[in-house]
């Protein structure tokens, strides 16, 4: 079993739905969660940061995590064809080695 | 603007080649450098990690006599993928952190496409 589950899509849904993604993980020590977004043949580009359980939410996305389900989300409101993209989560404990998902591959349909 | 920079973005080369790849920290002293491989559809896998004049820590299954990683300066990291074999064509990125607190997981480089031929 891995570590890190994410569903890898692909996703496709029309613009301005609200797009949810998600990822479970199984190591209760991991306590840094992270939302990058990746263009195709780009380096990943943070988006959200929360440490520990809780909602954060900025402009059109909001993070949440559920550390007692270890389950982690990501909601993308209004979205746009620009978000199209493929989504990592990503998450580590107190080392620094981050342990990502697999992606999941959006496409956001004008 | 960005404070990662990684190159080249695409190299091709000869099977038997060897290929370095550069990683520089822009904005802030990288005391630790992560380098990623990622394979088409798949997510980033820790390849090794590295400390400032330090030698570096392989994950498993990970050839170091292979993947040369050099961090002589807080500001360069380079990884030199040494008798390149097709099998080694990837995607890979580096990730620069700095020493002190707060949230550095933001700092990636823009890749580098390695195509062996």
């Known amino acids: 079993q891995k570590e890190v589950e994410q569903d890898p899509g692909p996703l496709s849904v029309p613009e301005g739905a609200i797009v949810s993604l998600n990822c479970t993980y199984s190591?209760?020590?991991?306590?840094?969660f992270m939302w990058y977004r990746q263009y195709s043949r780009k380096g990943p580009e943070l988006l959200m940061y929360?440490?520990?359980?809780g909602n954060k939410e900025d402009g059109r996305f909001t993070a949440q995590v559920d550390k007692s389900s270890k389950y982690i989300s990501l909601f993308i409101r209004d979205s746009q064809p620009s978000d199209s993209a493929t989504y990592l989560c990503?998450?580590?404990?107190?080392?620094?080695?981050?342990?990502f998902g697999s992606g999941t591959q959006l496409t956001v349909l004008p | 603007g960005a404070v990662v920079s990684q190159h080249p973005s695409r190299v091709i080369c000869k099977s038997g080649t060897s290929v370095k790849i550069e990683c520089r920290s822009l904005?802030?002293?990288?005391?630790?450098m992560f380098w990623y491989r990622q394979f088409p559809k798949q997510s980033l896998m820790l390849m090794a990690t590295?400390?400032?004049?330090?030698?570096?820590?392989?994950e498993q299954g990970v050839e170091k006599d292979k993947f040369l990683i050099n961090h002589a300066s807080l500001t360069l990291s380079t990884l030199t993928v040494t008798s390149a074999h097709p099998e080694d064509s990837s995607f890979y990125i580096c990730?620069?952190?700095?020493?002190?607190?707060?949230?550095?997981?933001?700092?990636f480089g823009q890749g580098t496409r390695l195509t062996v031929v």
């Open positions: 990503a998450m580590r404990g107190s080392a620094r080695q981050l342990t």
């Open positions: 190591n209760s020590a991991f306590q840094y």
């Open positions: 929360t440490y520990s359980s």
């Open positions: 904005d802030f002293q990288a005391t630790t």
């Open positions: 590295s400390n400032e004049g330090s030698k570096a820590t392989y």
């Open positions: 990730s620069p952190r700095g020493g002190g607190g707060g949230n550095t997981e933001a700092f």
